[in-house]
């Protein structure tokens, strides 16, 4: 599945967006899908999942300002980020991974967009 990320931008703090990542080649039905994001100088790391069933998971520290929803008959997936700090800056990728089961690590993710960077200014 070719993932593509969009929605990003510039933003000022305590603003929102909402990125969408498309899918083609496959059909996201049967498929987790999650948000990754590299801030610069670090290392990429998990933001939120959902499952083909629906059942999201967030990183602990941000799931009061993120929603991830999806929209199977758009083979489309949503993050929809509010309350925006300047830590948030970051490029943000979606993955996908064949199952219904979300998971943290990058490495168990089959297929990734080319990201989409959203910068936050104070």
């Known amino acids: 599945v070719q993932l593509q990320a969009s929605g990003g931008g510039l933003v000022q703090a305590g603003g929102s967006l909402r990125l969408s990542c498309a899918a083609s080649?496959?059909?996201?039905?049967?498929?987790?899908m999650g948000w990754f994001r590299q801030a610069p100088g670090k290392a990429r790391e998990f933001i939120a999942a959902?499952?083909?069933?629906?059942?999201?998971s967030y990183q602990d520290s941000l799931k009061e300002r993120l929603t991830i929803s999806r929209d199977n008959s758009k083979n489309t997936v949503y993050l929809q980020m509010t309350s925006l700090k300047p830590e948030d800056t970051a490029i943000y990728y979606c993955?996908?991974?064949?199952?219904?089961?979300?998971?943290?690590?990058?490495?168990?993710?089959?297929?990734w967009g080319r990201g989409t960077l959203v910068t936050v200014s104070s």
């Open positions: 993955a996908a991974r064949y199952g219904n089961d979300w998971a943290h690590y990058e490495a168990d993710w089959d297929s």
């Open positions: 080649g496959r059909t996201l039905y049967m498929y987790a």
């Open positions: 959902i499952s083909f069933s629906g059942s999201a």
